[in-house]
């Protein structure tokens, strides 16, 4: 499969595993056509930081009211690992889609 450079509103046609021919076309402009993981990283956005702040800071509270008499705190740990985890991957994906000009 070729590497190919798109610019703003730019018809792209790529194939895909079978073969098949697929049409894109990116609405935004590309920055990355396929951006590094560094680059991913260093696309995050205002927002995409503060999901890594707020998604934790609310899913251990949440997880500690649902870990029961058992252990609560561990529950808390737990859940905000996860808050980390899925705020990490929205805003990673969020920074991909950006670079590479789906999204805004």
Same mark, same amino acid.
């Not at 529950?75 to 996860?82: D, I, M, N, P, S």
């Given at each position: 499969?070729?590497?190919? =450079?798109?610019?703003? &509103? +730019? +018809?792209?046609t ?6 098949? +021919?697929?049409d ?9 056509a ?8 260093? &696309? ?5 930081? =503060?999901? #890594?702040?707020?998604? !934790? @800071? #609310?899913?251990? !509270?949440?997880? $500690? ?6 252990n !609560?705190r561990a @529950?808390?740990?737990?859940?905000? #690992?996860?808050g980390v &985890?899925?705020?990490?991957?929205? &805003? $990673? ?5 950006r670079?590479?000009?789906y999204? +805004?």
């Amino acid at each position: 499969m070729a590497t190919v =450079t798109a610019t703003e &509103g +730019q +018809q792209v046609t790529v194939r895909s595993r079978s073969g098949a +021919q697929v049409d894109t076309k990116r609405p935004f402009e590309v920055t990355s056509a396929h951006p590094s993981f560094d680059e991913t990283l260093a &696309g995050f956005s205002v927002v995409d930081r =503060t999901r #890594l702040a707020i998604m !934790p @800071a #609310l899913a251990a !509270p949440l997880a $500690y009211s649902f870990g029961g008499k058992s252990n !609560p705190r561990a @529950a808390a740990a737990t859940g905000a #690992l996860l808050g980390v &985890g899925a705020a990490f991957c929205m &805003g $990673y994906l969020s920074s991909s889609a950006r670079l590479a000009g789906y999204k +805004q």
